[in-house]
Nanobody, 132 residues
Framework: QLQASGGGLVQAGGSLRLSCAAS????????IGWFRQAPGKEREGVSG????????YYADSVKGRFTVSSDNAKNTVYLQVNSLKPEDTAVYYC???????????????????????????WGKGTLVTVSS
């Protein structure tokens, strides 16, 4: 399973570090993705990382502001979110899949609802609220 944490209320320009703790599966065999869903909007892929080789991916909207990293010893993936904007307000989810290409193709795009069921693991989300 996956557990996301670290969300909160911050002012525009602020930072947070989101964590995604994994358990119950072999962490190194999976790619981890970060997704977000703003109120009234569809879920979109924000970032991803391969646990095996550390390859990272970012949506254009967050490049240069968000950084994804992995601590394999702790089975945890982090998303450092800097220079936050009100439009970053959303519930942030982490997800894991054995197929790195699946994660990679979803970064920077809306996730079709039928794809939700194709993901091996979804974590419960953590809410990030950015005030202007």
């Amino acid at each position: 399973q996956l557990q996301a944490s670290g969300g909160g209320l911050v002012q525009a320009g602020g930072s947070l570090r989101l964590s995604c703790a994994a358990s119950g599966f072999t962490f190194d065999d999976y790619a981890i993705g970060w997704f977000r869903q703003a109120p009234g909007k569809e879920r979109e892929g924000v970032s991803g990382i391969s646990s095996s080789d550390g390859m990272t991916y970012y949506a254009d909207s967050v490049k240069g502001r968000f950084t994804v990293s992995s601590d394999n010893a702790k089975n945890t993936v982090y998303l450092q979110v800097n220079s936050l904007k009100p439009e970053d307000t959303a519930v942030y989810y982490c997800a894991a899949d054995r197929d790195e290409r699946f994660i990679r193709t979803l970064v920077g795009r809306i996730v079709p609802k039928n794809y939700y069921y194709g993901m091996d693991y979804w974590g419960k989300g953590t809410l990030v609220t950015v005030s202007s």
